[in-house]
C-alpha cells in the first residue's frame, strides 16, 4: 500500500456528472446577478476582477460557499410571478474542477443532513437524485451572490481586490 494520496481522475468525475442537468443556473430576475455573471461583461471579463480569466463556474462555486458559510439559501427571486431561471453554466466545465464537483455534493449532502434532517438511506438516495444536487447548490449560491457582489463593490482603483481581502481575513479570524 503507498502512502501517496490518489488524485481524483477527470474521467471518474465526469462519470458523476453524466447524469446532472446539463446546465447550471443563476436568478435571471436580478439585474445586478446577471450583469454579474454576464460571459461578455461580467466578471470574467473585466479587466480588473478577481475572476477575470476564469470560467463562470468559478463564481458560481464562490457564491455557493459564502452562502453555505452564512448558512443561508435563497429560492429564485419571482418577478411577475415568474422565476427566471438562467442556465448558462455548462457542467461540462465542472469535469475539469473536480474539486468543484466534491464541494457540491459536500454541500448538498450536509444540507440534506443537517437541514431537511435526511437520514442515511435518504442520503444514498440523492446520488440518484443529482437535480436535487444541483438545486440545493443553486440556493446556496442566489444568497451567497449577493456578497460577492458586495465583496466586489468595495474594490477601489488602488486595491481591486479589497473586498475579497476583508473577507478571508474575516474568515481567518473566525477559526
Given at each position: 500500500m503507498s502512502n501517496v494520496p490518489k488524485?481524483?481522475?477527470?474521467?471518474?468525475?465526469?462519470?458523476?456528472?453524466?447524469?446532472?442537468?446539463?446546465?447550471?443556473?443563476?436568478d435571471g430576475n436580478l439585474d445586478e446577478v446577471v450583469s454579474f455573471y454576464s460571459k461578455a461583461s461580467g466578471q470574467t471579463q473585466e479587466r480588473t476582477s478577481f475572476f477575470k480569466g476564469k470560467k463562470l463556474t468559478s463564481i458560481f462555486i464562490y457564491a455557493m460557499c459564502l452562502g453555505k458559510h452564512a448558512?443561508?439559501?435563497?429560492?429564485?427571486?419571482?418577478?411577475?410571478?415568474?422565476?427566471?431561471?438562467?442556465?448558462?453554466?455548462?457542467?461540462?466545465?465542472?469535469?475539469s474542477q473536480p474539486e468543484y464537483v466534491?464541494?457540491?455534493?459536500?454541500?448538498?449532502?450536509?444540507?440534506?443532513?443537517?437541514?431537511?434532517?435526511m437520514n442515511n438511506d435518504e442520503l444514498l438516495k440523492l446520488f440518484d437524485n443529482p437535480s436535487k444536487i444541483v438545486e440545493i447548490c443553486e440556493k446556496y449560491a442566489n444568497f451567497g451572490i449577493h456578497q460577492l457582489i458586495k465583496m466586489n463593490d468595495d474594490a477601489s482603483i488602488g486595491d481591486?481586490?479589497?473586498?475579497?481581502?476583508?473577507?478571508?481575513?474575516?474568515?481567518?479570524?473566525?477559526?
Open positions: 488524485k481524483f481522475d477527470i474521467k471518474d468525475t465526469k462519470r458523476i456528472l453524466l447524469g446532472w442537468p446539463s446546465k447550471i443556473a443563476y448558512g443561508l439559501f435563497n429560492d429564485y427571486e419571482k418577478k411577475d410571478g415568474k422565476i427566471d431561471r438562467r442556465a448558462t453554466i455548462d457542467v461540462e466545465y465542472f469535469a466534491w464541494m457540491m455534493i459536500a454541500t448538498a449532502f450536509d444540507h440534506a443532513k443537517n437541514v431537511e434532517d481591486p481586490y479589497k473586498g475579497y481581502d476583508e473577507k478571508i481575513s474575516d474568515l481567518l479570524d473566525e477559526s
